[in-house]
């Protein structure tokens, strides 16, 4: 059964580096979505993207954040400049239609 | 606004009772979709079960169900005879004309062996 897949599992870095999170959607999804999870609290949305474009972003997804499907099979979450509260576990989600987004396994991402 | 409200934060059980995770969402859109994840200690989101709003027929699977009353704009969900493999947060989220997801908080269901 086709899935969702995230690398890393687990990212860990320093206050100010740059760090690109990246999923691989179900092939036949044309709908891509980024959400995090503050360790202990709810699931948020991030960012939805589709066509190559984003189509719609959350307050969370200021200048810092960015998205990318560089090629035909990836698509990638960007922090440019990490701070400590970006700490969480970040799940991307792909849906095909008007059909049930399912999410990848979530990459946590620690920042010192 | 909280679109979507869990408000039990956590339910501990004794394994095989039966347990009722409550949500209740607010929207104005006519034609949504409501949604039930399952989050194990492992952290991944695993989907349990989708309905569209014009579909109230309530729904069973194996020893999950789900009660769908758009009178109270409640989607319910009941696990018969739990099992510690139960244990995990469940997160019930909407999904709008823009089909992003809105979760609630999620509820924390322990089952004791």
């Known amino acids: 059964e086709p899935e969702v897949t995230q690398t890393p599992s687990h990212q860990v870095t320093q206050m100010g580096q740059e760090v690109i999170l990246r999923c691989v959607p179900i092939?036949?999804?044309?709908?891509f979505y980024w959400y995090r999870q503050i360790l202990g609290q709810k699931v948020e949305f991030l960012v939805s993207f589709y066509n190559n474009e984003i189509s719609e972003k959350s307050e969370i997804f200021d200048d810092q954040f960015s998205v990318e499907r560089p090629d035909g099979s990836n698509f990638t979450l960007k922090i440019r400049s990490t701070k400590l509260e970006d700490s969480a576990m970040y799940f991307c989600a792909s849906r095909r239609d008007a059909d049930t987004q399912y999410f990848g396994p979530g990459t946590r991402l620690t920042v010192l | 606004a909280q679109k979507v409200t869990q408000a039990q934060t956590e339910i501990s059980v004794v394994e095989k009772e039966d347990v009722t995770l409550d949500c209740v969402y607010e929207?104005?859109?006519?034609?949504?979709?409501l949604f039930w994840y399952k989050q194990p200690p492992s952290g991944e989101l695993v989907f349990l079960i989708r309905?569209?709003?014009?579909?109230?027929q309530n729904e069973i699977s194996g020893r999950y169900s789900w009660n769908f009353q758009k009178s109270t704009s409640s989607f319910n969900f009941t696990i018969t005879a739990s099992q510690v493999v139960d244990s995990a947060v469940y997160f019930c989220?909407?999904?709008?004309?823009?089909?992003?997801?809105?979760f609630g908080a999620g509820t924390t269901v322990t089952v004791r062996a």
């Open positions: 309905r569209n709003s014009f579909d109230e």
């Open positions: 929207t104005r859109d006519t034609t949504y979709y």
């Open positions: 092939s036949n999804h044309l709908y």
């Open positions: 989220a909407l999904s709008e004309s823009d089909y992003k997801l809105s």
